[in-house]
């Protein structure tokens, strides 16, 4: 008899802790990039080096599009961080018409990528608030001790 309580009991202070809808994550723990005068933290300046490594193949030259895949500095301004997340892990397939085949691979099995997908996340941002310009952006100096 006594056991029967247990598993509701469990299953409500689950249901307890989450605060925030279900795939959204809250506000403060959206990853935040830094650029003062056109330097950036090192997290968004990983994130310029991993984009370039991979993404820039089909989302262009500092994210501003290409033949095969859409400006990210666009879509990052409707785009959240959960639906960025969520489509680059699994991936899309072409939404836009045209006959063209084109489609947004799943990077959940590349180590590269999901490693680094925050600061990955951090520089598009950046660029798409139009706070970071196009190249390689020069790094601010370490925090001091
Ligand atoms: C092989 C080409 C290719 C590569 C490499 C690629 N993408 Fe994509 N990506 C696409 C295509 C094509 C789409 C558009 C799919 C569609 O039509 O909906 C897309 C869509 C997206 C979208 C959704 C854009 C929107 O407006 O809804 C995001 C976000 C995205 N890619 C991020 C990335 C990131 C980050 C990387 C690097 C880790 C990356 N992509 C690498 C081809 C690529």
């Known amino acids: 008899m006594k056991n029967k ?3 509701p ?3 409500l202070a689950l ?3 989450h605060t925030v809808n279900a795939g959204e994550t ?4 959206i990853p935040k990039y830094v650029v003062e005068d056109g330097k950036v933290d090192k997290a968004t300046f990983n994130g310029y080096r991993r984009y370039h490594g991979t993404c820039h193949a089909c989302h262009g030259q500092d994210a501003m599009g290409g033949s095969f895949a859409p400006a990210l500095t666009e879509s990052l301004k409707t785009v ?7 489509t680059v892990m699994e ?17 959940a099995n590349d180590p590269n990528i999901t490693k680094h997908l925050d600061d990955i996340y951090r520089y598009l941002a950046a660029r798409s608030d139009g706070e970071l310009g196009a190249g390689r952006p020069p790094k601010l ?3 001091k001790k």
Request: one cysteine or more.
């Open 5 to 7: 309580f247990h598993v």
């Open 9 to 11: 009991l469990l299953l």
């Open 91 to 107: 991936g899309r397939q072409a939404t836009a018409s045209g006959g063209a085949v084109s489609a947004m691979p799943a990077f």
């Open 80 to 86: 959240d961080y959960d639906t960025f997340v969520k």
């Open 26 to 29: 809250a506000a403060e723990d």
């Open 141 to 143: 100096p370490k925090p």
């Open 15 to 17: 249901a307890c802790t």
